[in-house]
């Protein structure tokens, strides 16, 4: 078969049907650019869940580490060689290598360097080395203030053939890091995410989206105070909500934050208040779709709200936050998670609820507006990277 023949190989790296839902989110407005664009690719996935990628997305998987990790040098060095070897070999037989959105360059929740970090530098090294195209698409970043984790995203994002980030502080961050980059800025890609219909949202309803969160990745030391101080202040914000006469439905992004969210729901005692697991990113969309006001930390919980113009306050434990709710217009909807106020986030979560028809109004607009923006970076995508045009490859 000549090389004109051979059909293209397209393959999915990252933390991948392992229960975040913004990271499932982000794959599958991917996956579905490459089988839109390029319907003749022969795709898999190298990922943290591949059972739940193989069932979800009929899409071949392995496993992303497979290797031992333990509480010795030893047992780590040789788990990261291991993996080194098979993450390599598994590129080799890529022509193209995607990693889809997400907080690919972040160290904004706990993270060590020999986990993601040392994954994306071998994947992308292992790119220029077999002349596989690694792409990097619509991916955030942040300044990591760990000295070798970031020379290790550093070196991933140097290496990858294709860069594109979900905004300009990311771009930022990574330039201030010793990158020289110009590459494009784009939206979010899970605001691109196609929304299910569903019911409508249900009367005086807010949507209380929690996480796991425990400081950033450089608060280790204050990790266990963080988390008890925050679950307690979103306890008294249940307690509040349920004061104003208000149905609380306890959401999750990610199956970490199922704990914190049965304990408050338990703690509420309230037949008010009801916990809702979503599993999938449709699921996740209608859950957010259903009440009419929606309050949420996990980035990609406020995503989903925006994506289904849901009016949302956004609790913000990263600058990526407030850059996201300013691109929707919609910047005045945020507080900071660190020091959270329960009685003056209620407050505007009242606000919010009268004005919520105008504030629907304003996200509905915004994301009309954006609909060309994502055409473009898919298009950028395809072109360069999947060797396609803006037509479907027969």
Known sequence: MSQ??????????????????????????????????????????????????RERYDLPAVELHRALR??????????????????????????????????TL???????????????????ASGRLWRTRVALVGV??????????????????RLAHYRSFR????????????????????????LALPVPAGPGARPRSVGLG????????????????????????????????????YDVSVLVGDGDDVPVARALVAGARDERVRLLVPTTPDELVEAVASVEVVVAARYHNVVGALRSATPVVALCYAPKHRD?????????????????????????VDEVHRDREALRARLERRLDELAPVFE???????????????EVVA
């Open 324 to 348: 996201l709710m300013a691109l929707m217009g919609v910047e005045e909807l945020c507080h900071d998670l660190r020091g959270l106020d329960a009685a003056r986030l209620v407050d505007h």
């Open 167 to 190: 905004d300009e502080r990311s771009r930022d961050d990574l330039r201030r890091m010793g990158l020289r980059t110009d590459d494009g800025v784009y939206p979010d890609v899970v």
């Open 70 to 103: 333990g509480p010795t040098a030893w047992r780590v060095l040789a788990g990261l060689g291991v993996d080194a070897v098979r993450i390599g070999r598994w590129v080799r037989q890529h022509d193209v290598v995607l990693v889809p959105g997400m907080g």
């Open 106 to 124: 972040e160290s904004t929740l706990h993270e060590r360097a020999w986990q993601m970090p040392w994954t994306l530098l071998v994947m992308a």
């Open 4 to 53: 004109a023949d051979r059909r293209l190989r397209v393959g999915f790296l990252g933390r991948l049907g392992a229960g975040n839902l913004g990271n499932d989110a982000s794959l599958e407005v991917v996956l579905g650019l490459v089988r839109s664009r390029r319907p003749d690719a022969v795709l898999d996935a190298m990922c943290s869940g591949p059972e739940v990628v």
């Open 140 to 157: 955030g970043a942040g300044a990591v203030p760990e000295p070798v984790q970031r020379r290790m995203l550093v070196g991933a994002a």
């Open 376 to 390: 473009r970076h898919f298009d950028e995508v395809a072109a360069r990277v999947l060797g396609a045009g803006s």
């Open 210 to 245: 929690v996480m796991a969160w425990s400081g950033s990745n450089g608060e280790r030391a204050q990790a266990e105070r963080l988390h008890a101080a925050y679950v307690a202040e979103m306890g008294r914000v249940v307690e509040r909500l349920l004061e104003r006469g």
